[in-house]
């Protein structure tokens, strides 16, 4: 199982960054995928949730109508388009999934920086 995060980067505040996950190694398409981050001193958080089919999708409240999950299940990838960028969005962002015996798979996680 592989999971590979790309696309963060040093972005000002108001601006724009598309976080892309390529996965390899599971059935893609039959699992939830998610995006999570972590700033420095903090906890992880869970920032958005997309089901299997890519019909349902969950957020966090902070990032509700700025950030959008949405996958590919013929590149079997997954990707976070993140819009209005705050400085506390500055985290390292991982895409993960679970599956169904518990088990959780993660990325290494790219880099977001919102900083004027």
């Known amino acids: 199982v592989q999971l590979v995060e790309s696309g963060g980067g040093l972005v000002q505040p108001g601006g724009s960054l598309r976080l892309s996950c390529a996965t390899s190694?599971?059935?893609?398409?039959?699992?939830?995928m998610s995006w999570s981050r972590q700033a420095p001193g903090k906890e992880r958080e869970l920032v958005a949730v997309?089901?299997?089919?890519?019909?349902?999708?969950n957020y966090v409240d902070s990032v509700k109508g700025r950030f959008t999950i949405s996958r590919d299940n013929v590149k079997n990838a997954v990707y976070l388009q993140m819009s209005s960028l705050k400085p506390e969005d500055t985290a390292l962002y991982y895409c993960?999934?679970?599956?169904?015996?518990?088990?959780?798979?993660w990325g290494q996680g790219t880099q977001v920086t919102v900083s004027s």
């Open positions: 997309i089901s299997s089919s890519g019909s349902i999708k």
């Open positions: 993960h999934f679970r599956t169904l015996s518990g088990q959780g798979y």
């Open positions: 190694g599971f059935s893609f398409s039959t699992y939830d």
